[in-house]
């Protein structure tokens, strides 16, 4: 990695590989006491039925919130916009951590480049998330309290697998009936 945006070598396989990793680390973490769960937390939802997403420059008319507010934000607006809200990892050069939870939007009719309403534009150059139907959103999000819908919000850090618990149980098998999808198909690319 250097500090230049845009210098990975190949940054959506750097970021899948450390989803890859990710979830690795969770089912050993979990081994014997989450083994009834369809994922291995994030990464494993992820690697799932994760779709990845081109970086692009933010439209002038959207003004990005502040650092930490991406859930908040994407959902904001998405509603105010008729966008499609994604939740899942960024890859943005310069950090070690190699990726990070986040949330972005695209437009139901490109579909697959990110509206990023925290970070600047293109600093991220690689994304891998899972388009979510505004219904399904809404609805976890009444349901959790909170606007990250896979992970913990920024106001409440906590242990990710925990955080993708609702109340207490595994997060069900996703479907498509919730995923957001456009008329020809998920937003996205195949992981």
Same mark, same amino acid.
Request: hydrophobic share 40%; proline share 9%; charged share 15%.
């Given at each position: 990695?250097?500090?230049?945006?845009?210098?990975?070598?190949?940054?959506?396989?750097?970021?899948?590989?450390?989803?890859?990793?990710?979830?690795?680390?969770?089912?050993?973490?979990?081994?014997?006491?989450?083994?009834?769960?369809?994922?291995?937390?994030?990464?494993?939802?992820?690697?799932?039925?994760?779709?990845?997403?081109?970086?692009?420059?933010?439209?002038?008319?959207?003004?990005?919130?502040?650092?930490?507010?991406?859930?908040?934000?994407?959902?904001?607006?998405?509603?105010?916009?008729?966008?499609?809200?994604?939740?899942?990892?960024?890859?943005?050069?310069?950090?070690?951590?190699?990726?990070?939870?986040?949330?972005?939007?695209?437009?139901?009719?490109?579909?697959?480049?990110?509206?990023?309403?925290?970070?600047?534009?293109?600093? *991220?150059?690689?994304? +891998? @998330?899972? &388009? !979510?139907?505004?219904?399904?959103?809404?609805?976890?999000? =009444? $349901?959790?309290? #909170?606007?990250?819908?896979?992970?913990?919000?920024?106001?409440?850090?906590?242990?990710?697998?925990? *955080?993708?618990?609702? +109340? @207490?149980? &595994? !997060?069900?098998?996703?479907?498509?009936?919730?995923?957001? =999808? $456009?008329?020809? #198909?998920?937003?996205?690319?195949?992981?």
């Amino acid at each position: 990695m250097t500090g230049a945006a845009g210098a990975f070598a190949d940054p959506e396989q750097q970021l899948l590989s450390h989803v890859a990793a990710h979830a690795a680390l969770w089912a050993g973490t979990y081994r014997g006491r989450r083994d009834d769960w369809p994922y291995a937390g994030l990464a494993g939802l992820l690697l799932t039925h994760g779709r990845l997403f081109t970086p692009a420059d933010r439209p002038p008319h959207i003004q990005p919130g502040p650092p930490g507010s991406c859930f908040a934000d994407a959902t904001r607006i998405a509603e105010a916009h008729d966008l499609i809200y994604v939740e899942g990892m960024a890859l943005v050069d310069g950090l070690p951590v190699g990726g990070f939870d986040h949330a972005w939007y695209v437009d139901a009719r490109d579909g697959h480049h990110v509206i990023d309403p925290a970070l600047p534009d293109v600093w *991220a150059p690689a994304y +891998v @998330g899972v &388009p !979510l139907s505004g219904a399904y959103r809404r609805q976890q999000q =009444a $349901r959790r309290g #909170g606007a990250a819908i896979f992970t913990a919000d920024p106001g409440g850090w906590q242990d990710n697998a925990m *955080a993708l618990l609702p +109340v @207490g149980r &595994p !997060l069900p098998d996703l479907s498509t009936a919730l995923l957001a =999808a $456009r008329s020809d #198909g998920l937003p996205g690319r195949t992981v």
